[in-house]
């Protein structure tokens, strides 16, 4: 069973920075991408950023500038670097591992979600 485990969230004033970790644990063959979602108050989740197990990289025009997605292979690990803070940023950031392939599903890719770290930034 993969299990995703994020840390990093919590309170911060407006223009501050945060840095978000998920690990991913289990019996893992590979992951092809992890990301970070974010579901405020009220709204859907959404994108916020995305990165494939070769470097490729996905933002939400609305972070473009301000967040940086980087990963761990070895560590199975992905990292969210959130500079500049605004209060609309408040939410809470789901990890997300895309197309984890396991030796119970070892040709098909499963998603797997975090339960989420919740990131409040205060005006």
């Known amino acids: 069973q993969v299990q995703l485990v994020e840390s990093g969230g919590g309170l911060v004033q407006d223009g501050g920075s945060l840095r978000l970790s998920c690990a991913a644990s289990?019996?893992?063959?590979?992951?092809?991408?992890m990301g970070w979602y974010r579901q405020a108050p009220g709204k859907q989740r959404e994108l916020v950023a995305a990165?494939?197990?070769?470097?490729?990289?996905n933002y939400a025009d609305f972070v473009k500038g301000r967040f940086t997605i980087s990963r761990d292979n070895a560590k199975n690990t992905v990292y969210l670097q959130m500079n500049n803070l605004k209060p609309e940023d408040t939410a809470v950031y789901y990890c997300?591992?895309?197309?984890?392939?396991?030796?119970?599903?070892?040709?098909?890719?499963?998603?797997?979600w975090g339960k989420g770290t919740l990131v409040t930034v205060s005006s």
């Open positions: 289990g019996s893992i063959f590979e992951i092809n991408s």
């Open positions: 990165i494939t197990s070769g470097g490729t990289t």
């Open positions: 997300n591992a895309g197309g984890v392939r396991t030796p119970r599903s070892p040709r098909y890719g499963m998603d797997y």
